[in-house]
């Protein structure tokens, strides 16, 4: 199956701090989303992003299917932004839409 | 417009028992898939409803089955609880025809003494 690599596996970072997370995919995809999952295990949708590049706020994102790898960007980090990044990826032709995840990056951010 | 909706939101139960979990989906959707998360880990995923019918299913054992209604709302069923199968149980909801992204509920968090 296709595999799904997160870095960094963990990052702790002074508030107002820039961070980059990346995640690597071993296949050609149909869909990729990155999620925040807080500290509650609530899953909250940031991109759905199978190419290109967004942005919402302090946050944006570029895939580049090409080189099969993605990009989460966050600027002038909050305490709140703190918990897990997931990056999930669904395979380029399958049936259904099943999602790949990453073993995420576990973000803190210190007031 | 109601998003994904799971309940319980908690449940402890004992091993050899048997669970059943519900899932509405986001209003719109017609899909439903379920991830297990351990702790530590990042969502498994367990199978997918379409149609009333399973289309898609992962690495788990048959003690792990499901069903979806006509309102596309869906019941993971678990058999035989096992200690390990204490985790969080994710229900995701999607529109089959588009290429539009997966919206998750909160989640059932499972402990199995």
């Known amino acids: 199956g296709i595999q799904v690599e997160q870095s960094p596996p963990d990052l702790i970072l002074q508030e107002g701090a820039n961070s980059t997370l990346r995640c690597n995919f071993s296949d050609s995809v149909n869909n990729l989303q990155w999620f925040h999952q807080n500290p509650w295990g609530q899953l909250i949708n940031l991109f759905y992003?199978?190419?290109g590049t967004k942005q919402n706020g302090r946050l944006s994102a570029t895939t580049v299917a090409t080189e099969r790898y993605s990009l989460l960007y966050i600027s002038s980090s909050q305490t709140t932004d703190s918990g897990v990044y997931f990056c999930a990826v669904e395979l380029f032709g399958d049936a259904g839409n099943m999602l790949t995840f990453g073993g995420g990056t576990r973000l803190m951010v210190k007031p | 417009d109601a998003g994904v909706t799971q309940s319980p939101t908690h449940l402890i139960k004992t091993r050899g028992q048997q669970v059943t979990l519900r899932c509405s989906p986001k209003?719109?959707?017609?899909?439903v898939s379920w991830y297990q998360q351990a702790l530590g880990q990042g969502p498994q995923f367990i199978f997918q409803y379409y149609e009333e019918e399973e289309r898609q299913r992962g690495n788990f054992p048959d003690r792990f089955s499901g069903h979806q209604f006509p309102n596309y709302s869906s019941e993971l069923n678990v058999n035989a609880l096992l200690l390990g199968d204490s985790a969080l149980y994710l229900c995701a909801s999607s529109y089959s025809y588009s290429n539009q992204p997966q919206h998750f509920g909160d989640g059932t968090r499972l402990s199995i003494l």
């Open positions: 992003i199978p190419s």
């Open positions: 209003s719109g959707h017609d899909t």
